[in-house]
């Protein structure tokens, strides 16, 4: 972002706007800080700022401050589109293309509100008056941060602010072992903690709390666990009648694609989890070195993100969905011995 889009961007927020802070959907740790973070922010300023998530989101991440305020598009779809249709700016986080906002889609794409994108995924879509898109960044919460900072209001930070932001850089980082995790992410995250951010607690919230069913999810999707050792891979499945078995509620796979990740000599993981209410079966794809599942979901499975962390979705079954994997690792043999 250069300096007279933040001169732009300063004067824009320098009289009380009506402002919608919008997440992709089933928002993650980043998601759900770098909304509250940026919420928190505009309030000091005296916007009248409201966050809308398009679907609902895990427990593990409703203890954050201001959850009570955010308000989510599948529940009140009339209410939270007229809070979009009435906006002056919309703020779009953690994603770069409306289709990543399910049904807010085509409410956004019309909305005739100046948009700012502030994200760290490949490829962003033009539709965004002023795009900050870097995705050398850790997270969206770290570009938050980076915003306000370049904005001159770092000292503004509060401890809400900080927990906000410090919960998506953690999540975002897999606990700061990610290469995307730099000297100056630690430099942040040093600054949210002197601002208040207790990061012992905030790990607990969200690693440390687990339900009996969801590690006996865990169990299951271990024992699924498998190995492709021609091409370094290994991947899980879930179909939907494990799920149920274990009474799945939304947040319980988190995570789980890295046990994959985690065996000796793997360097691309997967995990399928079949969802017979949306007719697809979603896809998480990890990745270390160099090799870009970013790429390979791209191409193969409607999807994409991150060099080594990305998402995807098929319309075939289970059965057929982990066959079309395992069809295509052959032409990716060389990259993956090699990465």
Same mark, same amino acid.
């Given at each position: 972002?250069?300096?007279?889009?933040?001169?732009?961007?300063?004067?824009?927020?320098?009289?009380?706007?009506?402002?919608?802070?919008?997440?992709?959907?089933?928002?993650?740790?980043?998601?759900?800080?770098?909304?509250?973070?940026?919420?928190?922010?505009?309030?000091?300023?005296?916007?009248?700022?409201?966050?809308?998530?398009?679907?609902?989101?895990?427990?593990?991440?409703?203890?954050?401050?201001?959850?009570?305020?955010?308000?989510?598009?599948?529940?009140?779809?009339?209410?939270?589109?007229?809070?979009? /249709?009435? =906006?002056?700016?919309?703020?779009?986080? #953690?994603? &770069?293309? $409306?289709? +990543?906002?399910?049904?807010?889609?085509?409410? @956004?794409?019309?909305?005739?509100?100046?948009?700012?994108?502030?994200?760290?995924?490949?490829?962003?879509?033009?539709?965004?008056?002023?795009?900050?898109?870097?995705?050398?960044?850790?997270?969206?919460?770290?570009?938050?941060?980076?915003?306000?900072?370049?904005?001159?209001?770092?000292?503004?930070?509060?401890?809400?602010?900080?927990?906000?932001?410090?919960?998506?850089?953690?999540?975002?980082?897999?606990?700061?072992?990610?290469?995307?995790?730099?000297?100056?992410?630690?430099?942040?995250?040093?600054?949210?903690?002197?601002?208040?951010?207790? /990061?012992? =607690?905030?790990?607990?919230?969200?690693? #440390?709390? &687990?339900? $009996?069913? +969801?590690?006996?999810?865990?169990?299951?999707? @271990?024992?699924?666990?498998?190995?492709?050792?021609?091409?370094?891979?290994?991947?899980?499945?879930?179909?939907?009648?494990?799920?149920?078995?274990?009474?799945?509620?939304?947040?319980?796979?988190?995570?789980?694609?890295?046990?994959?990740?985690?065996?000796?000599?793997?360097?691309?993981?997967?995990?399928?989890?079949?969802?017979?209410?949306?007719?697809?079966?979603?896809?998480?794809?990890?990745?270390?070195?160099?090799?870009?599942?970013?790429?390979?979901?791209?191409?193969?499975?409607?999807?994409?993100?991150?060099?080594?962390?990305?998402?995807?979705?098929?319309?075939?079954?289970?059965?057929?969905?982990?066959?079309?994997?395992?069809?295509?690792?052959?032409?990716?043999?060389?990259? @993956?011995?090699?990465?």
């Amino acid at each position: 972002m250069n300096k007279q889009d933040i001169s732009n961007i300063k004067q824009l927020l320098s009289s009380p706007k009506k402002i919608v802070i919008v997440p992709h959907k089933n928002p993650d740790g980043d998601a759900i800080g770098s909304t509250l973070g940026l919420y928190h922010y505009l309030i000091k300023h005296h916007h009248n700022a409201q966050v809308i998530v398009p679907n609902d989101y895990p427990s593990f991440l409703k203890w954050v401050p201001g959850n009570d305020n955010i308000r989510i598009h599948d529940a009140e779809t009339s209410a939270c589109n007229q809070l979009i /249709n009435n =906006a002056d700016v919309i703020f779009t986080l #953690d994603f &770069n293309a $409306f289709h +990543r906002t399910g049904n807010m889609e085509t409410v @956004l794409a019309e909305s005739d509100a100046l948009k700012v994108m502030i994200d760290h995924h490949q490829a962003p879509d033009d539709y965004a008056t002023y795009m900050y898109s870097d995705v050398s960044m850790s997270s969206t919460c770290e570009m938050v941060y980076h915003f306000i900072d370049l904005l001159g209001d770092e000292s503004l930070i509060d401890t809400n602010i900080a927990t906000c932001l410090y919960l998506g850089i953690m999540t975002d980082t897999g606990s700061f072992r990610f290469n995307c995790t730099t000297s100056t992410t630690h430099r942040i995250i040093a600054n949210l903690i002197e601002k208040g951010a207790d /990061n012992s =607690a905030i790990h607990n919230n969200v690693y #440390d709390t &687990n339900s $009996f069913e +969801r590690l006996q999810l865990l169990g299951c999707a @271990l024992t699924n666990l498998k190995v492709i050792p021609e091409s370094r891979a290994a991947y899980i499945s879930l179909s939907q009648e494990e799920l149920n078995r274990y009474h799945y509620k939304k947040g319980d796979t988190e995570g789980i694609v890295n046990y994959a990740l985690s065996l000796d000599g793997v360097v691309l993981a997967a995990i399928f989890i079949e969802d017979k209410q949306e007719g697809i079966i979603k896809i998480s794809l990890r990745s270390k070195g160099e090799f870009s599942v970013n790429n390979m979901s791209r191409a193969h499975f409607n999807g994409g993100g991150h060099t080594n962390a990305a998402g995807g979705r098929s319309e075939l079954s289970l059965n057929k969905t982990i066959e079309k994997f395992i069809s295509i690792l052959p032409s990716y043999n060389q990259d @993956l011995n090699h990465a």
